[in-house]
């Protein structure tokens, strides 16, 4: 197992594109590869205009991306979808790390590099994932 995981990490070291680590994954036996049932293919992007918005709604603060007031955030939340999604996030402590998100997506609509140090990078390059699904990979151990 150990000799598989360097051969693997070598090969995604070496990869030139997207298409080389899709087909680095295509090579695993079904074991080693994402459950399209728990992690179905995320066919969803995030618009400037969308993170405007809830600058501009006060609901995130334009210099740091942090929810502005939950009180307040939790008044303007209307379809059951959004109530549910808020309570799951809040469940799992996930609120704060929203912010990170939001910034990784940022410094990709604004063509900045990879802040490789960053706080909680996974959730820093899956805002950057959001903005362009084809050029920025998601960084996480389901993956």
Not at 64 to 72: A, C
Not at 96 to 101: G, Q
Not at 114 to 136: A, M, P
Request: proline fraction near 2%; charged fraction near 35%; aromatic fraction near 10%.
């Amino acid at each position: 197992m150990e000799k598989r995981v360097k051969n693997t990490f070598t090969k995604i070291k070496e990869a030139k594109s997207i298409e080389c680590l899709t087909n680095i994954e295509e090579s695993f036996d079904n074991k080693f590869r994402i459950d399209q049932d728990k992690f179905p293919q995320l066919a969803l992007s995030i618009t400037r205009e969308d993170i405007q918005s809830l600058i501009k709604n006060k609901i995130i603060d334009k210099d740091d991306f942090s929810f502005i007031k939950h009180e307040d955030i939790m008044l303007k939340l209307t379809t059951p979808l959004e109530k549910l999604f808020y309570a799951m996030a809040w469940k799992q402590n996930n609120l704060s790390k929203l912010k990170h998100i939001i910034k990784g997506f940022d410094d990709a609509i604004k063509g900045n590099s990879f802040d490789e140090t960053r706080n909680s990078f996974v959730f820093y390059q899956f805002g950057r994932h959001l903005t362009n699904i084809k050029e920025e990979p998601i960084i996480d151990q389901h993956i």
